[in-house]
Every structure is written in structure tokens, then in C-alpha cells.
């Protein structure tokens, strides 16, 4: 694996993996204290028709797929909000166009054989330097927002009554964290693609949760441990030829079982 090293594409691989991963951690926290996973999921899929929106209009990829990602969150987040009885039906419904717009616009774009493989389990081989600035630039900014409003997305993830009485904005707070989520998904389906995207960030933070005894500690190893999934997946795929996304979640729910094991021998060993 060392000498694989001297590749650049190997090397990008490792910086976007490491970024994403905190990316994935900090906002992944977010989204299970808050219970958005099901949201999430539905973005991950939504975010498809953003793929197919930059396919047909020769947009860059991040940038179409970002721009649709965070027109669903807005959505999910009004709906949430204002429709909490028909939350499933919207969620589903969104989830099926959002799809079905990005394969018909990828149907419909002249001359286009899309490797519909390489957004599905991801394709972080394929990382290029205009990647890694757009992920460091959205790790940045979620390390920014939640160092600013810590305190406040605390309040709104543990107790939305509470921190409405206290004046905080329960909604701008809410829709902010799907609108971080949504950007964060969109960075990770380049790395484990769109159907393994919920798996990155759920399991390295179920893991912290369980070691953690704060939010923002839980944030800290939550990218660590996903930093560790990531980098023995690619390592694991690059010496057995196998595809990068689907390997590193594979480490990650060993990873995960491993630890429920321990956890379980541990708690008998206390008896």
C-alpha cells in the first residue's frame, strides 16, 4: 500500500476521505440526536435528480447536486414543520421524483453513458483537487456554524420546547441542520455513493454516542472513528480490487458489530 502512495489519485482519495469523515461525524451527530435519519435518507435519494440536473445542463457535479439536495431540505424542513401528520407521504413522494428526475434528465442528456455504478457506491478514486477545496470548504463551514451556534444547536437537539422558550429560533436551527445535512450528503455520495451514504453517517456515530458524554465530544470521535473506517476500507480496496464505497462501509458495520460485542461482554463482566 505504501507505494501506492506516490499516486495522486490515491492521495486525494485519502484527503477527500479524512475530510468527509469529519463532515460525516459532526453533522452525522447532528442528525441521529435529532432523529433525521429517515429525512436524511430521503435527501440522499432526492439529491439523484441534482446528479441528473448537472449531467443535462453541464453543471459541475457538486454544484447541481448541492443546489437540489438543499431545495429538498428546505422542503422536508416545511413539510416537517407545518405537516407533521403527512411527514411519510411527502418524504416518500420526494424521495421517488427526486430519483426519477435525475435518471430521466440523465436519459435525456445526447451522448451520455452514465456509469450509474459510480453514484450509487461512490467513486472517491475518481476525486479531483476541485473536490477536495469544494469538501474542505464545506468542512470549514460546518465547523464555523457549529462553533457559533453550539450552544444553540444543543438546545434545539436535546429539547426544542426548552430552547423555544429560551428565544431561541426552533425552526431556522431545524432547517439549518438539513440544509448542512443535505451539502454533507451530497460530499459523501463521492465517497461511498448514494445508497451506502446513510450507513457513513450512522454508524461511526453510533459508536461515539455510545463513548461520549457531550455533543461536541460525540462530533470529535465520531470523525475519528469514520477517519479509521475509511482509511482501512481503502487500503482494504485498493489491495483486493474492490469497490471503495461498498468495502468501507463493510469495515464500518464490523467495525460497528465488534464494538456491540465488547459492549456486551463488558456489561456481563460487571455482573
Known sequence: MLE???????????????????????IGSLIVVNRMVFLAGGIAHTSYGGIG???????PLFFGASLFACAAALLMAFVTINQRDKIDLFIGLIWAVGMAVGILLVDLTPGYNVDLMSYLFGSILAVSRDDIRYISLLLGLI????????????????????????????????????????????????????ILVIALLTIPIYIAEKLSS????????????????????????????????????????LGLTSFLVYDKLKGRQRF
Open 4 to 26: 501506492a502512495l506516490g499516486y495522486q489519485f490515491i492521495q486525494n482519495a485519502i484527503i477527500a476521505g479524512v475530510l468527509v469523515s469529519f463532515a460525516s461525524g459532526i
Open 53 to 59: 440536473l448537472a449531467i443535462y445542463f453541464g453543471l
Open 143 to 194: 465547523v464555523v456554524i457549529v462553533f457559533l451556534f453550539y450552544k444553540e444547536l444543543l438546545a434545539v437537539s436535546y429539547d426544542s420546547e426548552y430552547a423555544s422558550l429560551r428565544g431561541v429560533n426552533v425552526r431556522f436551527f431545524y432547517t439549518l441542520i438539513l440544509v448542512l445535512s443535505a451539502l454533507t450528503i451530497v460530499v459523501a455520495i463521492k465517497v461511498v455513493g448514494l
Open 214 to 253: 457531550s455533543l461536541a465530544w460525540m462530533m470529535f470521535l465520531s470523525g475519528i472513528i469514520s477517519t479509521l473506517f475509511t482509511l482501512v476500507g481503502l487500503t482494504l480496496s485498493y489491495l483486493y480490487d474492490l469497490t471503495s464505497g461498498a468495502t468501507i462501509i463493510m469495515v464500518s458495520a
